[in-house]
């Protein structure tokens, strides 16, 4: 199956190379480049692409605002965000807006084409550094996650009810799926996770689609955070 990408980067180096790389890989094809947001959701609309890799910062329509749209619009076109910025604002915002990734633009040309593939395979990608600043945010935001108030007149605090939970589901999985849970709260990807357990990507998968299922996850993101939750994960 070819993955057809449109590149939108208002920088015309940057989007020439991510568009270079793209057509000298087997399997992907380009679909368009896109100089702002708002060309973006024009040729998305127009060309229905796999998956849009999407700048942030652009003149006019930001990436936030454009991969709002175009995951709301019809071209079922899914988005991954590339930045030179690991500020959470960009990060939380751009999940919210639908976003399916978020990688750095320094990530090597072979992250850049797993986390396309992924994405338009309908997975998740998530620069480690990235995932791990999303975890902690997600985590601070979570009442669930704080130590509950001691009531009046106590000796100690009431357990964690999300954490209790999060250790009450991890109990039922097997070592293996524990061992990749783990990973995945570390923010490692497919590959990665292999090459640390020494199975292959496709046993990887294979975990990652079991624990989705057992865990009741709807991606990525919340089994990582259940992964902390349960004390798996730095």
Known sequence: MTVRVLVADDQ???????AGILRLAPGFAV?????????????ACRERPDVVLMDVRMPGLDGIEATRR????????RVLILTTFELDEYVHGALRAGAS????KDAEPAELLAATRAVAAGGAALAPTVARALITGLLAADPTTRPSAEPSG????????????????V????????EVLALVGDGLTNPEIAARLHIT?????????????????????R?????HRAGLSR
């Open 31 to 43: 679909a368009g480049e896109a100089a702002d947001g708002a060309q973006a959701v024009e040729l």
């Open 70 to 77: 175009i995951t709301a619009g019809p071209s079922g076109s």
């Open 171 to 178: 109990a039922a999985l097997t070592a293996r799926e524990r």
């Open 223 to 227: 089994l990582a955070i259940l992964a």
């Open 12 to 18: 015309a180096l940057v989007r020439a190379g991510f």
């Open 154 to 169: 106590g000796t100690g605090a009431f357990p964690d009810p999300g954490r209790e939970r999060a250790r009450t589901a």
């Open 101 to 104: 990734g978020f990688l750095l």
């Open 201 to 221: 990507e496709g046993t990887a998968k294979t975990h990652m689609s079991r624990l989705l299922h057992k865990l009741a996850a709807r991606d990525r993101v």
